[in-house]
């Protein structure tokens, strides 16, 4: 169909890495799109978060779409004409725990029927790969595909292509109100501008719930905010990023390094946010934390100056899993939210299947355990619930 300024086939609401690549899928699929983003695109969860492009670790479910998104992150630049610094160096996950190592061999082995091969070293064979690592660590679990991309240029990316592809891309446009009338939608901004669509996107991240309710849909969403940090630059030499898996939540550091020589820091405890103000915070104590673990992980690294922080409002769902797919009330409605901090590889496959499910009606990839029917008995929490 022709498209006014305000009207098209498809609102998507939410200009993050989920919002932009759906929006860039659906132009390639001839769709006409607008995209309303209440900041900048990439300014909140997609564009603070640590930059991995990880499959290993996932919930199995989630391998069809992150492996589909490794295709997209492997030709992005030729997709998008702008270089985003994927690197796809490598991810490495260690351990430090006995039970961790089994769990390691075990999802190595159940992967494999994924699509993921990954590679388990253990005693000399490990050091003889990592040399740098502290002695504590047990065990490696190597996935040579994955590496690692800089969020703030990503999103922004995927917003620009849609854009050049002929969607209109709408920053600083906060949706207050979003209902079904007539067969269409209707989304009102705060400003008072209406825009209609025969089908809606929900992709707003912490936000998301603000609207699915309207719709009579309730998730369980909580906030938290990432504790990053980043050294001065040294001599580049760790390729893979490198993470540590364990159910001590204060162990569970990860790091890369980027050509230009900084280490960028991630993990261990959470810090305060808030959705109402938008804003997330480091404590002080969390990056003292990290410095501690990147010690014990990599001994050699103790020498390093930190030169900044930071953190965003990341968006957490109890069982870990996002909600991804149709809405259980409203046809015509999708939802794509809820990553609980590990959203930024994924996105580019969620992009592309929900383009397709919007587009078609149908994807091959099963999405039935990301519905956020499986919420409908859940009290709904509070906007800016704070968690820890």
Known sequence: MSATRNEADVIVIGGGIMGTTTTFFLRQRNRSVILLERGLTGQQASGVNFGGVRRQGRALPQLAM?????????????????????LPVGHTRVCYHGKDVENFVQYARDARAYGLDLEVL???????????????????????LDGHANPRLAAPAFGRAAARLGAQVMENTEIVRVE????????????????????????????????????????????????????????????????VFTSIKQEGIYFRQIPRGNIIVGGGLAG????????????????????????????????????????????????????????????????????????????PGVGETMAELVDTGSTPIALDKFSIQRFAEEPAACPGIVTS
Request: aromatic share 10%; proline share 8%.
């Open 66 to 86: 992150a492996n589909r998104a490794l295709r997209t992150w492997q030709r992005s630049a030729q997709l998008l004409g702008k270089d985003v610094e994927f």
């Open 122 to 144: 253990q005693g000399p064979a490990l050091f003889q790969r990592f040399p740098f690592l502290g002695r504590e660590v047990l065990a490696a679990s190597i996935s040579p």
């Open 180 to 243: 079904k009338e007539g067969g269409r939608f209707r989304v009102e901004s705060a400003r008072g501008d209406v825009y209609h669509a025969a089908q809606l996107v929900i992709c707003a991240g912490a936000w998301a719930t603000r609207l699915t309710e309207q719709f009579g849909e309730r998730a369980p969403l909580a906030v938290s905010g990432p504790q990053m940090c980043v050294t001065e630059p040294v001599p580049y030499v760790f390729q893979s990023s490198m993470g």
């Open 272 to 347: 305060p946010a808030d959705a109402v103000t938008s804003r997330a915070s480091v404590l002080p104590q969390n990056t003292v934390r990290q410095l501690a673990q990147m010690r014990r992980l990599v001994p050699a690294l103790a020498p390093l100056h930190v030169i900044r922080v930071w953190s965003g409002v990341e968006s957490y769902l109890p069982d870990g899993e996002p909600v991804i797919g149709p809405s259980s009330k409203v046809d015509g409605l999708f939802y794509a939210f809820g990553f609980s901090g590990s959203g930024f590889q994924i996105g």
